[in-house]
């Protein structure tokens, strides 16, 4: 085992490595979920999305993370 990456319905993001494990949390996608509280749909929003990996074949324990926010779309 590599990692484990969990989420919820709230807009928490992390990652980290714990007894050589990954450890991720995804945070929240839907519009729906707990958020920052805030008037600014900016400030609101800014830690929803999704962690996105990226994983080579050919060598799989070495893999990009990151975490794409609704606010960094173009």
Do not use: C, Q
Request: charged share 20%; glycine share 14%; no cysteine.
């Amino acid at each position: 085992m590599l990692g484990v990456t969990v989420g919820h319905d709230h807009t928490n993001t992390y990652e980290g490595r714990l007894f050589g494990i990954a450890l991720g949390y995804g945070g929240s996608i839907g519009w729906a979920a707990y958020g920052l509280k805030s008037d600014n749909e900016t400030e609101r929003s800014r830690l929803r999305g999704s962690r996105i990996f990226v994983i080579d074949e050919g060598a799989p324990t070495r893999y990009e993370s990151r975490y794409l926010t609704v606010n960094s779309l173009p």
